[in-house]
């Protein structure tokens, strides 16, 4: 079983820049397995959907990134530290949502049932 614990949220002002940190582990195993997880940040403002913010295939060479965040925010990842970071810049006050890591075993954009983090806060005030 992956375990996601994120780190980072907190109160910034419009403008702001926050760096979002995630720490995969996994139980029974020893080798790196950050290598076979597809990666991915989340966010859920209140009384909305949750939204792909983020991707960053297995190997770190290819990502996504949302229109809404596009220049702004960059997700990259350490396979050697089994990590994946969301730097965030120029925040404006709908970037306001909590943020969750998840992850995929192989291929794919991470999907509800496979492996998530409990979520950090983020606040842009204006």
């Known amino acids: 079983q992956v375990q996601l614990v994120e780190s980072g949220g907190g109160l910034v002002q419009t403008g702001g820049s926050l760096r979002l940190s995630c720490a995969a582990s996994?139980?029974?195993?020893?080798?790196?397995?950050?290598?076979?997880?597809?990666m991915g940040w989340f966010r859920q403002a209140p009384g909305k959907d949750r939204e792909l913010v983020a991707t960053?295939?297995?190997?770190?060479?290819?990502?996504y990134h949302a229109d809404s965040v596009k220049g702004r925010f960059t997700i990259s990842r350490d396979n050697a530290k089994n990590t994946v970071d969301l730097q965030m810049n120029s925040l404006k006050p709908e970037d306001t949502a909590v943020y969750y890591c998840?992850?995929?075993?192989?291929?794919?954009?991470?999907?509800?049932?496979?492996?998530w983090g409990q979520g950090t806060q983020v606040t842009v005030s204006s």
């Open positions: 960053i295939n297995r190997s770190g060479g290819s990502t």
């Open positions: 996994i139980r029974t195993f020893t080798f790196s397995i950050a290598s076979s997880l597809t």
């Open positions: 998840a992850a995929r075993l192989g291929i794919g954009v991470p999907r509800a049932n496979d492996y």
